[in-house]
Structures are given as structure tokens and as C-alpha cells.
């Protein structure tokens, strides 16, 4: 039984949550690491100079902080601004206050202020583009800082070595990325999450050649070895199986990491997915409920569980899933033709 809108295939959408916070670094971070791995490490700058002082600060106004802020004055103006993004009584100036203080912050190098700043600009202004934006390009920034440091202060550190690896994957470079993972095994063969890691790059590189699976599998069991309670190690154990449309297997794996992760809604999923391919479609019904609470705008979600209650008779709930599949993809086509970099037909 085939699978309709099925999303991308799940260790990637699980994966991506790694990824997503080192697109922004990842080529920074490999270098920095690299180069230090090979050569002396460069001394930090000298600390900046203190704030200002605070009877300096507590006579200036937010608006007058706003102006030095604009001016490049940052050190001058930080002070009041973190204090005005929370207590202006004007939104306009509580916003202009927070982002100016943001890139201040940034601009000195405080971090700490830096964080809190945004923080107080995403719960005034969730929805805020201009907002999003700053802080898009704050928490880059900020990312790239902590990678640079931790190449600098631990450069033969696990944590050093494997940023370095994800570096290299982001770029495709899978079998530099390999042997730094396999270097990691080597100074400590004991090192949670390396061989999940190594997995990772056979499920992800183009050339996998044949047999990648049967590699794959051995890294993961070593990685069970070591942390039995690894659910993506099970999960992507239930990958292969799917593959092999061993649905069983698959069933079983899947089964495993929903219980070692009771949030992971894509395990819910595929057990559910699995147990209806082997028209187990009374035991897929409760993943498939699962499933849905977790990730209610999976289109797969829903249309699977549909599948499971109509082959147990129970047409009016197989309908009202089928019903908001169709509605979720609808939405989904409706946001795609209503994209502005999206061409429409003449």
C-alpha cells in the first residue's frame, strides 16, 4: 500500500534540527577548527572597556539613547536601552530601543545582553518581521562567536572535533567528515552519539554505493551498545527495515523509539505507517492517534490513520482524517501559488 503525501524521509527531518543551527557556521566553524587543529591558536582581543557609568546613563532619555545608538555610541546608550525596551510606555519606542540594544550588544561583544534583549523583542513582538529579521542574523552571529571560541579554548575536544565533522558534512564532504568521526572512536571509543553520527553521513550521501545499508546498521547497533536509550539509533534501524519492506522489523524499531521518545512524532508515524503497510491496521490505529496529536499538520499523519480506521470499520472517523488531509493540503497548495518567488502561468 503505497503512502500518500508522505513528508521527507524522517532521519533527515529529525536531522535538520542539528543542521538548521550550523548552516550559518558550518563553514566558519571547519575552518576556525581546522586552523587551529594545525597552528597556534590566535589570543583573544583585550576585554573591552567598561559601560558607562550609571549616573551617566540614568540621565539620558530613551529617545536621546536611541539617537547615540544610531550614531554608533553603544556603549553610552546600552544601559538605558536595556531598560527602555521594558518600560517605555510607548511600543514603538520599546521595539526601536530593544533592536538598537541587540545590535549594540553585539557590537561590544556582550552576549549575556545580547540574549536577553532578544529575548524581550520575541515576547513583545512575536510576529514582528523586522524582529525575526534581527534576531535571524543575532543568533548567527552569536552561533559563530560560540564556534569560534570552542575552536579556539578546546580545539582537540570531542565537542571541537565533531563541529568540525558536521562542518564537513554540511559541505558534502563525507569522507573528511568520516575520519574526524572515526578520530573522535579513536580517543574515545566509548563516545556517545558518534556512530549514530557516522550513520548518519551513509544515509545522507548521494554515493553510498551498495551495501551502505548493512554498514549503516552495524554503526547503529555499536551505537546501541553503548546508549541503549538512543530512539534515532532505533529509528533509523526502522529506516532500513522500511527499505527492505520489512514491515515488521520496521514495526518493531519504530515501536522502540516512540517509546524511548514519547514526543518523537515521526516514530508514531512510520510504526503506524509500517503496521497498516503489514495490515496489522487494528494495532496502527493508537501510533496513528498518537501520531496525529504530535504532528497535526502531517498530511501522512492523517491520511494513514484514515487508512487504519476504514480497514476496521469505522468509515465516519476515516473520513474526518481523510477530510483534514485534504484540508492540509490544500493549505499547503494554497501558500506555495501565493509565494512571490513562485512563477505563475501566464
Known amino acids: 500500500m503505497g503512502q500518500a503525501n508522505t513528508p521527507p524521509p524522517a532521519p533527515f527531518l529529525f536531522f535538520m534540527m542539528n543542521k538548521k543551527h550550523l548552516r550559518a557556521t558550518a563553514v566558519l566553524a571547519g575552518a576556525l577548527v ?58 514603538d519606542e520599546r521595539k526601536r530601543a530593544g533592536i538598537l540594544g541587540a545590535r549594540c550588544a553585539m557590537t561590544v561583544d556582550d552576549r549575556l545582553v545580547a540574549g536577553e534583549l532578544l529575548g524581550q523583542l520575541a515576547r513583545q513582538f512575536p510576529n514582528d518581521p523586522e524582529v525575526l529579521y534581527v534576531a535571524a542574523h543575532a543568533y548567527s552571529d552569536l552561533s559563530m562567536r560560540a564556534a569560534g ?122 510504526w503506524g505507517f509500517a503496521l497498516v503497510s503489514a495490515k496489522r491496521y487494528d494495532q496502527a490505529v493508537a501510533p496513528l492517534q498518537q501520531a496525529v496529536k504530535l504532528q497535526p499538520g502531517n498530511p501522512a499523519a492523517h491520511y494513514n490513520l484514515g487508512m487504519a480506521l476504514s480497514r476496521t470499520g469505522r468509515p465516519s472517523e476515516a473520513e474526518r482524517e481523510f477530510a483534514i488531509q485534504r484540508d492540509i493540503n490544500a493549505r499547503i497548495d494554497e501558500r506555495k501559488n501565493t509565494r512571490p518567488d513562485v512563477a505563475k502561468p501566464d
Request: with cysteine; charged share 25%; proline share 4%.
Open 34 to 91: 581546522t586552523a587551529v587543529l594545525t597552528a597556534r591558536a590566535q589570543e583573544a582581543k583585550p576585554a573591552a572597556n567598561g559601560a558607562q557609568s550609571d549616573a551617566k546613563a540614568a540621565a539620558l532619555t530613551p529617545v536621546k539613547a536611541i539617537a547615540l545608538a544610531e550614531q554608533g555610541r553603544c556603549r553610552e546608550a546600552i544601559s538605558t536601552l536595556r531598560k527602555a525596551v521594558t518600560n517605555s510606555a510607548s511600543k
Open 149 to 270: 571560541e570552542l575552536a579556539r579554548k578546546a580545539p582537540l575536544s570531542v565537542q571541537a572535533r565533531r563541529m568540525n565533522a558536521e562542518a564537513l558534512e554540511m559541505q558534502g564532504k563525507w569522507d573528511e567528515a568520516a575520519r574526524e568521526y572515526d578520530s573522535i572512536l579513536a580517543q574515545n571509543p566509548n563516545q556517545p552519539g558518534i556512530h549514530l553520527l557516522i550513520a548518519r553521513i551513509m544515509f545522507s550521501r548521494p554515493d553510498g554505493g551498495t551495501g551502505w545499508e548493512g554498514r549503516a546498521e552495524q554503526e547503529l547497533q555499536q551505537e546501541l551498545q553503548i546508549d541503549p536509550r538512543n530512539a534515532v539509533a532505533e529509528f533509523l534501524l526502522g529506516e532500513i527495515a522500511k527499505k527492505a519492506l520489512d514491515w515488521d522489523q520496521a514495526a518493531e524499531h519504530f515501536s522502540r523509539a516512540a517509546a524511548l521518545d514519547a514526543t518523537f512524532g515521526e516514530a508514531f508515524m512510520e
